[in-house]
């Protein structure tokens, strides 16, 4: 497993001062929509100023036609960050479109899908997708896995079905994880990092249960330690 962490603080200044206490470990960071909107490639490059090993997770969530996914893969390769994502509905072309462009890119950075977004419930998923949310994860990871994509943002608690259904080197990064059972907040299910592992979850990516720790450091080194167990 490789710690993912959200930088999910209201401001730039506070996000690089959690990152720059975190410079002596070479973990991935997690920048999302409201972060780069704000902020933009110079935070990018302000990360890698910190720590140029830090890998970056662009959490942009990209949902467009194939070309206009495929063009914005392009720059987000050109940013240099390590891994992005899509929406798997954006569909099989869309994937195919956004694989082949990257593909010219040496190091080119890892593409994950979003399958189902935790925030809808059973009924509202009905509405637009017409299938249970499991069903349709689990079809949106075999559609992502056999388009060329590297993995899927999913729930702990489907990581090993999705792994079953693909490939066991197909990478799953959930979020919602609490690693030793610290408070869940708005999130509905939660994991601990021991089931994570157990589900064979590659990214666990864990945002308050780090900056909200009076030590995030300590918090990290304890996950760390806990990993290479
Ligand atoms: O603070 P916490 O550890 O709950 O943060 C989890 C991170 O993962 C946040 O950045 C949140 O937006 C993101 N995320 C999530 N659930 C998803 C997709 C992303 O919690 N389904």
Known sequence: M???????LPSAKENLALAE???SYNIWMKVGFRTYIRDGKPFIE???????????FLDLKLYDIPNTMADASEEIAKLGVNMFNIHASAGAV??????????????????????ALTSFDE????TIYEKSIDEKA???AKMSYEN???????STFESQAIKNATSSTFLTLCPGIRPFGEDAEDQQRVATLELAEQENVDFPVIGRPIYKDENPAQKVEDILNMIKK
């Open 2 to 8: 490789e710690l993912c962490v959200a930088l999910d």
């Open 21 to 23: 206490s975190l410079k």
């Open 46 to 56: 302000a990360l890698k100023k910190i720590n140029p090993e830090f890998k970056i």
């Open 94 to 115: 869309a994937m195919k479109t956004v694989m082949k462009r990257l593909s010219s890119y040496e190091n080119r950075p890892l593409v994950l899908a979003v399958t």
């Open 123 to 126: 009924e509202n998923f009905m």
């Open 138 to 140: 689990e079809q949106f």
């Open 148 to 154: 060329g994509l590297d993995g899927v943002v999913c």
